[in-house]
């Protein structure tokens, strides 16, 4: 029959996973952005705060590659999404129960061990369906609607904080779940080619088995792209959370609206930054995107560091929205194309998430500490600096990277 089989599968199941991308989005960090504020305002200093995102993000850090084989191993990837989801609103409920170090800790560790999964499974399942070649555009939209998620339910956790109170921002992520969870059961499981998600595509039976895991230290782009991104990131992680706590703190503001006002703003360029991302490594290729962001966050720790107050957010996020926007696209394009044949494409998605992971979770804790040593302004300008060094690493390398970031297409 016309219009039948395994492509009319595939288109089809292209707009549920975009709607899970939208969902997902408030799911997996609905809560976070407001952690900060929502500590602040129970007497919580400004390194006991850093200290236990932390925790929560070394705890993700360890367990991502692991998850990242998980899916690259699995069959059932549509029900590791699901049950990541609902670990993630019940660890997300034990901030309300009680305010202690240990109990926050406990939940932020539950969270970015869910986490850490849903990342490889959401570009495993999506490198499933559309194949290598449709991967770039895809994953542009994909990440395009998740950014769209993150802006509404952001502006509808800052509304219902303030009207509400801060147990109406988990309901809120707990309803973003259940739908998440409608739309993952949308996508029909013989939709997902599970060679294709992990970079062994139509392969024939017996035929270019997986390699070896140390597949990933003799990726020298892979590495390269690693530990840029780390050191982005521990520029990067503590930024939004010190600048919500220091103009809060300096202008006595309403926290839930202020902090939700700085998540629309940068994830509103992040829409756009993903669709531009999409089409500039399909013309220019994936080494200029991230190059671009690699520049972005040593602009925005001087203008966060020069301007602390109720309208400086607007340039601090959407230089955000620009770097956060750009690399969404770029790295899990660039990882899969660098992994392509094999077999390994979501490890290496782990891999490179791990390290990510690394910088955003000492990020905290650094900035912190920093901050309450020497103050916002200062620790602003040096978080920026890290980003430096990964422009640096970037540039020294391009010859080899680019060939490795050409046009997926």
């Known amino acids: 029959m016309v219009g039948s ?21 408030d799911m997996q960090a609905g809560i976070g952005p407001f952690l900060g504020v929502f500590l602040q305002s129970h007497g919580w200093q400004t390194g006991a705060v850093g200290s236990v995102m932390s925790l929560g993000g070394i705890a993700g850090m360890f367990v991502t590659a692991p998850a990242g084989a998980l899916v690259d191993a699995t069959k059932r990837k549509r029900s590791l999404i699901i049950l990541s989801g ?29 986490g850490a999964a849903i990342g490889p499974a959401v570009v495993g399942v999506t490198l499933g369906i559309v194949r290598q070649r449709g991967f770039n555009a895809q994953n542009g939209r994909n990440q395009a609607f998740n950014h769209a998620g993150n802006m509404v339910g952001a502006g509808l956790s800052g509304l219902l904080g303030w009207r509400f109170g801060f147990a109406a921002v988990i309901w809120l992520a707990a309803v973003f779940a259940v739908l998440s969870i ?28 997986p ?3 140390k597949i990933l230290l003799e990726s020298k782009p892979l590495l390269v792209l690693a530990a840029s991104l780390a050191l982005f990131h521990l520029g990067n992680g503590a930024m939004l959370p010190l600048y919500g706590m220091a103009v809060v703190g300096a202008h006595k503001g309403d926290p839930a609206g202020f ?21 500039l490594a399909r013309t220019r290729g994936y080494w200029l995107v991230l190059l671009i962001t690699f520049i972005a966050l040593p602009i925005r720790g001087l203008v966060a560091a020069s301007v602390i107050s109720g309208w400086g957010v607007w340039p601090v996020q959407v230089l955000d929205g620009i770097g956060a926007g750009l690399q969404s696209v770029a790295v899990p394009g660039l990882v899969a194309r660098i992994m392509n044949g094999t077999g ?13 992971g690394l910088g955003a979770a000492l990020s905290p804790a650094l900035g912190g500490w920093m901050a309450q040593a020497i103050g916002f302004r200062a620790t ?4 920026g600096c890290f980003s430096l060094v990964s422009l640096a690493l970037w540039l020294a390398f391009a010859p080899m990277l680019k060939p490795a970031c050409a046009n997926p297409e």
């Open 344 to 356: 390994r494409v979501n490890v290496g998605q782990g891999a490179v998430m791990t390290t990510q």
């Open 182 to 209: 409608v739309s993952v059961l949308m996508i029909k499981r013989q939709a997902i080619d599970d060679d294709a998600a992990r970079g062994l595509e139509a392969r024939p039976d017996g035929a270019d088995a």
């Open 5 to 25: 089989g395994p492509q009319t599968e595939n288109r089809d199941a292209r707009r549920p996973l975009e709607a899970l991308n939208f969902f997902m989005a």
């Open 86 to 114: 609902v670990m993630t609103v019940l660890a997300s409920t034990l901030i309300l129960i009680s305010q202690k170090f240990w109990v926050i800790a406990a939940s932020q560790v539950a969270t970015a061990i869910a």
């Open 380 to 383: 602003f300008a040096l978080l």
């Open 211 to 213: 390699k070896g895991l």
């Open 259 to 279: 902090v939700a006002l700085t998540i629309v703003v940068a994830q509103a360029v992040m829409i756009v930054a993903a669709l531009v991302a999409m089409r």
